[in-house]
Every structure is written in C-alpha cells, then in structure tokens.
C-alpha cells in the first residue's frame, strides 16, 4: 500500500506547486489519515521541498487495529509533550528552504494559524483550500472493499437485532446493542451515533435516542453504521412493530421507497448532484410532502461519514465512478412518526452493472 500513499502525496504536491507555493501542511486528521496512512492523534503531514514528514506528538501506537503510518514515510516526534506539531512543521519546511507553504485554512482555527506565523515568519502562508478531500471523493478499489466489509457489518448487526424481542425496550438500549454488535463483528467501531427512534420520533434525521420504549404500531427507524480500517459506511431501514401496520404507515412507506429508488437508480457517472437528490424528492413533492423533507438527499462517504458530493437542491458538480454515496429520503410527520430509507451505494457506469449497493438488508416493509 506504500506506492498508493506516495502516489497520493505526488498528486497534491503537483497541486500545490501548480499553485506556485513551495510545501503543504496538511492538519485535518482524515486528511492525514488519507495521505500517510494511520498516525497518532494530532499528527500533522509536511509536503517539504526535500522530502516529506509525519510530525508527531508522540510515537505511534502498537494498536493493531488502527494500523501504522506509511513505512516509506518519515517521522519526526516531537521532543517534549505538548508542543504544536503545526508550529514544528512550519519551522521545519523553512529548514528545507521552503519560502511559502499552503495550509488548510477551513481546518485551522484562528489561534493555530497565528502560532504557524509565529513559528516561522518567514514563511508566506497560502489557502491549500478543500485540494486533499477534492483528491478522497474518488475512492480506489481498496478503500470501496473496507466500505464494502463495513456494510456486511452493519447489515450482520442489524439483521441480529431483528431477531430479537424489541417490544418494551428503549431506544437507547437498542442503539447500545447495535454499537456493541458492530463491534462483535469485526468494526472498529461505529460510523457515527446509532440512531433508534421509534413512535413520534421515527423518520426524524439525526434523531438522537431517548429512553422512550418500543410499542405495539410504532414505526420503528434504526440509522446506523460501521467504521472498517477508518472506512465510514451507513445504511437505516424503518419497521413496523406488529402484526399488521395500519393503512397510512403503509401508504408513507411505499412513498419513501419509491423516492428512494428513483434516486438510486439517478447514480450514474457524469449525472449531476442536484438531479439525483431532484428525483428523489419530487416523488415526495408531489404527495405533499415539500415541508417535511430533509435538505439533502444523500452525501459521500469515506474516511467521514460526510464527505464529498452532497446530493442536494444547490449542489454543483457531477458523479463520477468510483464514488461511495449514501441515498436517505425519508419523510417525519410531527407527532405520528415517519421512514427513512438509507443505503451506501457506490457510482458505477451501467457496462458495469449500474450502481453498487453495499448494504443489502431487506426494504420490504416488515412487521416485526
């Protein structure tokens, strides 16, 4: 995997230079993560003018599951606790003969800026702007296979907690289970907060969970997902908890499905961002459900759960292949509940079989 790093860091370089500055420091964590492989927290990357550096805090860790930097990549720790890795690399692309460097000015707070321009005044600081996540929107085949296993993950957890009773349990409960089940099953841990809502608050997006307790006719909304190797997936399905769900819980949820796969079946190379989330929602606009809809329809994912493209109204710019996205209408009727359907997909042509579905836990309508 060296030669993918080292490619990488070669791609934004040609970047950086293009842009006429002389070296690149590279601050976001998954932007580090990205470019040099697993690093300590608060490891900072240096593109310099000689070569390029980790700067740690600290030695790396010897935890198996979050791996180790890129061997091919030299590291530089700190000598004492609590120094700015920032500052040290500002200084040590001045001692490579650097006379400007990029920094990411959308991660930097206003303070840290100020300690680079302390550290090395002679360095003209530029704007590296959003270079490193423009270069993670398309994933390679390696990074969609940790996707991939994540989502078989997050379907194994899912699929064994429908198995169970679920009456008379509280959401928080749940969520806990199914934080625990990804971990069984290989995760590193979960994509985000799992979300379990039920009754009223079903459908609702980030719905965080509450001790409420699961009741017979309730919508039941799980969101979840599993982080693989530093790969975020995602995927949320809605249930009916019951023998039979009544008329307008069935009537909601065709809607929703119906959006959802107008949308999924959009995904495709050179369609544009804001035509996927339009087919989705005008399935739902036209059933009057304008004011109940969330402002995107889906987002990308990766080394965050929201990444690159948003599939939203005002979106710009168009799907290429290779590209992990999630696609999650759902309509919340304040007070009686609501769906979400969530899936991962990732963008292929259609010579390839069309759009890649990762999670692949059934969307009928169950009644559990």
């Known amino acids: 995997m060296s030669e993918v790093y080292a490619t990488r860091r070669s791609r934004l370089r040609d970047h950086v230079n293009a842009a006429g500055t002389a070296a690149a420091l590279v601050t976001r964590p998954a932007n580090v993560r990205y470019l040099a492989a697993a690093a300590p927290q608060g490891s900072v990357l240096l593109l310099g003018r000689r070569e390029d550096l980790l700067v740690c805090a600290g030695?790396?860790?010897?935890?198996?599951y979050e791996g180790r930097p890129d061997e091919h990549l030299r590291l530089h720790v700190l000598p004492a606790s609590g120094g700015d890795t920032g500052a040290a690399a500002a200084g040590l692309a001045v001692a490579q003969g650097a006379d400007s460097l990029a920094?990411?000015?959308?991660?930097?707070?206003?303070?840290?800026?100020?300690?680079?321009?302390?550290?090395?005044?002679?360095?003209?600081?530029?704007?590296l702007d959003t270079a490193v996540e423009q270069l993670r929107v398309v994933k390679d085949e390696e990074e969609i296979s940790c996707l991939r296993i994540g989502a078989e993950i997050a379907d194994q957890?899912?699929?064994?907690?429908?198995?169970?009773?679920?009456?008379?349990r509280t959401e928080r409960h749940l969520a806990l289970e199914l934080e625990r089940r990804l971990v069984d099953h290989g995760a590193d841990g979960p994509a985000f907060p799992t979300s379990v809502a039920t009754g009223p608050h079903a459908g609702r997006r980030g719905h965080r969970p509450t001790d409420r307790r699961v009741e017979e006719g309730d919508f039941l909304s799980v969101c979840l997902g599993a982080t693989y190797r530093g790969y975020r997936c995602e995927i949320g399905r809605t249930f009916v908890i019951g023998t039979s769900p009544a008329d307008w819980q069935i009537e909601l949820y065709d809607l929703v499905f119906a959006a959802q796969r107008a949308g999924r079946e959009f995904l495709a190379p050179g369609a544009a961002c804001r035509d996927?989330?339009?087919?989705?929602?005008?399935?739902?606009?036209?059933?009057?459900?304008a004011e109940a809809l969330p402002p995107m329809t889906g987002h990308g994912v990766g080394l965050e759960i929201e990444e690159d493209p948003q599939l939203a109204p005002s979106a710009m710019g168009k799907l290429d292949a290779c590209v992990p996205v999630?696609?999650?209408?759902?309509?919340?009727?304040?007070?009686?509940?609501?769906?979400?359907?969530?899936?991962?997909?990732?963008?292929?042509p259609e010579a390839d079989g069309g759009p890649e579905l990762l999670t692949i836990t059934t969307k009928e309508l169950l009644a559990l």
């Open 59 to 64: 030695p790396p860790d010897d935890r198996p």
């Open 103 to 127: 920094v990411e000015e959308h991660h930097l707070t206003v303070a840290r800026h100020r300690a680079l321009g302390s550290a090395a005044p002679a360095l003209r600081l530029t704007d």
């Open 157 to 168: 957890a899912l699929g064994e907690l429908l198995e169970s009773i679920l009456v008379g």
């Open 276 to 289: 996927v989330d339009r087919a989705a929602r005008q399935v739902l606009d036209s059933a009057g459900y």
């Open 326 to 348: 999630t696609v999650e209408p759902g309509v919340h009727l304040p007070g009686r509940g609501g769906v979400r359907i969530d899936d991962t997909l990732v963008v292929r």
